[in-house]
């Protein structure tokens, strides 16, 4: 089956870590560039990090610039989401998704609507003091 899905999401408590992992099955994740977007209940998605396959450039959203590291592992077929120093307003589903097989990373990066490869179903991530 070709998809991809997200785990590693769970409760944690303020300044804690979590890894996020996005694994792909029937497809090779390097040959597409990735992406974390996340959203909480009540707000829009919103852009978190993006991977871009070819040279490995990475962005970040404003929020967790510093926070939040983006990786990939070729080996695994995963990219990661690692996420320190959590605070309660990350509390969100995380969603991984991708571009086309080949493409660069779509402009505006932050905006989901260019995303148009596989999305996972999301993973539940909840910072609680």
């Known amino acids: 089956q070709v998809q991809v899905v997200e785990s590693g999401g769970g409760l944690v408590q303020p300044g804690g870590s979590l890894r996020l992992s996005c694994t792909a099955s029937?497809?090779?994740?390097?040959?597409?560039?990735v992406a974390w977007f996340r959203q909480a209940p009540g707000k829009e998605q919103e852009g978190v990090a993006c991977h871009q396959h070819s040279n490995g450039r990475t962005w970040y959203g404003e929020s967790v610039k510093g926070r939040f590291t983006i990786s990939r592992d070729n080996a695994k077929n995963a990219v990661y989401l690692q996420m320190n120093s959590l605070k309660p307003e990350d509390t969100a589903v995380y969603y991984c998704?991708?571009?086309?097989?080949?493409?660069?990373?779509?402009?505006?990066?932050?905006?989901?609507?260019?995303?148009?490869?596989?999305w996972g179903r999301g993973a539940q991530v909840t910072g609680s003091s």
């Open positions: 029937g497809f090779t994740l390097d040959d597409y560039s």
């Open positions: 998704a991708t571009h086309q097989k080949g493409a660069g990373v779509p402009a505006p990066w932050y905006s989901s609507r260019w995303w148009g490869g596989y």
